[in-house]
């Protein structure tokens, strides 16, 4: 059974994604509380990384 690929979201969605800004998005990253990855010169943001941050604020709120 075929596999989809990982996605990897841009800055701006994932802005959309979390209803975040732009500067607290990078502020995230550079936290460490959101993983990115580097492709060419663009940031990206796996969907796995958007998952795990959910979970992250869930556990916090618990």
């Known amino acids: 059974m075929p596999t989809a690929p990982a996605r990897l979201y841009r800055v701006s969605e994932a802005m959309e994604?979390?209803?975040?800004?732009r500067s607290v998005i990078?502020?995230?990253?550079?936290?460490g509380r959101l993983r990115s990855v580097q492709e060419g010169r663009s940031r990206r943001i796996p969907g796995?990384?958007?998952a795990e941050y959910i979970a992250l604020l869930e556990s916090e709120a618990s």
């Open 17 to 21: 994604l979390l209803s975040l800004s």
């Open 26 to 31: 990078y502020e995230l990253i550079r936290s």
């Open 48 to 50: 796995s990384a958007i």
